[in-house]
């Protein structure tokens, strides 16, 4: 019903504006008393062999929802209904910002794709914390942590170590997002040199806590493989606790959207079934050179349940969608499930502590 009634409508509309819909919509069903039981019900999907043991948590499917639909906080409650294990909100700037002009957000149906050029828009981190303060117990939330366009790489760790420091007695997790590739000169945050001046703060102040939050690098699937081996590097050196792999690409090959519709939309990092191979190729690669010693959240192009059993038999403990929830509708974390619940004798118990 979905795909063949409901997503032509909403395809009329812009992918911005609808969005906003959507998000509306949620919203008013904080209000509406029996609204989330109601869709419970109807799209999530609970089973033993579901459930996963990843950082020292548990997650009650693998399956969550990435960073960038929820930028604010504002619909996690709603959105777990749907079924989802977890949910990754932001990306969150210490201050508000407005993003990149729009239009910024196009539709490649021909190829199950988007390409977005956000830009981290955001209302902020006093936002976020807001919205999360009086989150209820069971839902496992990930932070995606990003500088303000504005903040100079030279000053970014300042920024990272800001929304770390203000959230984290609110989230379970956090992602640290140097790869997004709609921020001017982010992806250089990817180095090094980099990377450890930003991470070491946040280790530090991490342990003086009481409590233990995992932190997880994301890594643009245009990496090359020194690159990629410097990351997971990173990952060893410094204690990191698991890579996210991986955002959306630059990359345009091998689409089979119309060439001069490709170059009017112009820059803007593509995600959806494109990205499947590479992000598969990726996982996979970072699961062998670690020998599986690490938890990777696989994300980029899942947009079937094969390709979610795929990501997992690839080395992921977890998976996250977007695109593929934005083309296969509200039931689609409940394919995913019923499909990973009846392939459980090969893939239903990955724990990784």
Excluded at 75 to 80: D, K, M
Excluded at 251 to 265: H, M, P, Q, Y
Aim: with cysteine; glycine share 10%; charged share 20%.
């Amino acid at each position: 019903m979905y795909r063949h009634i409901l997503r032509p409508i909403l395809f009329l509309i812009s992918p911005e504006r609808i969005h906003r819909i959507i998000v509306a919509m949620l919203r008013l069903c904080h209000y509406l008393p029996g609204s989330r039981a109601l869709l419970r019900a109807c799209f999530a999907c609970r089973h033993p062999s579901l459930e996963r043991e990843v950082f020292g948590m548990r997650f009650p499917n693998p399956v969550g929802l990435a960073a960038g639909f929820d930028k604010n906080g504002e619909v996690y409650r709603e959105i777990s209904a749907l079924g989802f294990g977890f949910v990754e909100v932001g990306t969150v700037t210490p201050k508000p910002q407005p993003g990149n002009p729009r239009p910024r957000l196009f539709r490649l149906p021909e190829d199950r794709a988007l390409i977005n050029r956000m830009g981290f828009n955001n209302h902020g981190m006093e936002n976020m914390v807001r919205n999360l303060r009086n989150r209820r117990p069971g839902l496992i939330i990930g932070g995606n942590l990003g500088k303000n366009t504005l903040t100079p790489n030279e000053e970014a760790a300042a920024d990272y170590l800001k929304l770390f420091r203000s959230l984290y007695q609110y989230v379970d997790y956090f992602v640290v997002n140097v790869s997004c590739p709609n921020i001017a000169k982010l992806g250089s945050l990817q180095d090094k040199e980099h990377l450890r001046e930003i991470l070491d703060g946040l280790l530090e102040f991490r342990r003086g806590q009481n409590q233990y939050r995992p932190i997880l690098l994301k890594i643009s699937p245009d990496l090359t493989t020194p690159q990629l081996d410097d990351a997971i590097g990173v990952l060893v050196e410094t204690g990191l606790d698991g890579i996210v792999a991986t955002n959306t690409t630059t990359s345009r090959e091998g689409l089979s959207t119309d060439l001069k519709t490709v170059a009017a939309i112009g820059n803007g990092g593509l995600s959806g079934a494109p990205l499947t191979e590479r992000a598969l190729e990726m996982v996979r690669y970072i699961h062998t050179r670690t020998e599986g010693r690490y938890p990777i959240i696989g994300v980029g192009g899942i947009m079937t349940p094969e390709d979610a059993r795929r990501m997992l038999e690839a080395g992921a403990s977890l998976v996250e969608v977007y695109t593929g929830f934005i083309y296969n509708g509200p039931g689609f974390v409940k394919k995913i499930c019923k499909h990973l619940k009846a392939s459980s004798g090969t893939q239903g118990n990955r724990n990784v502590k």
